[in-house]
């Protein structure tokens, strides 16, 4: 079973694509560097309480959503948020 904080790695790739984002844009929105969130991602650096609270205001996403998976988190990813596909390839709709 995967751990926590790995769930949320997973969870926070599977938003990052289903907004068409990158980590430099999820970086801006959260207020860190690309650099950390490299790192969070990869696991070298931990995921905090407070970054999940900018997580879940980034994405619009309730934290108990949030942390039920990456499934259940884009489930919940408001259509705003969502990247079109667009003759086969992903383009941003909107960046709140």
Do not use: F
Not at 19 to 34: M, P, S
Not at 47 to 59: G, P, T, V
Not at 64 to 78: E, F, I, K, T
């Amino acid at each position: 079973m995967a751990s926590s904080e790995q769930m949320l790695r997973v969870t926070v790739a599977a938003l990052m694509r289903a907004t068409g984002e990158n980590q430099t844009l999820l970086a801006k929105g959260l207020r860190i560097t690309q650099g950390a969130v490299s790192r969070k991602q990869r696991g070298g650096a931990a995921w905090s309480l407070a970054d999940i609270d900018r997580l879940s205001a980034h994405y619009g996403i309730p934290v108990p959503d949030l942390l039920c998976g990456p499934s259940h988190a884009v489930d919940r990813l408001p259509h705003a948020r969502r990247a079109a596909m667009i003759g086969g390839t992903q383009s941003i709709l909107s960046i709140a």
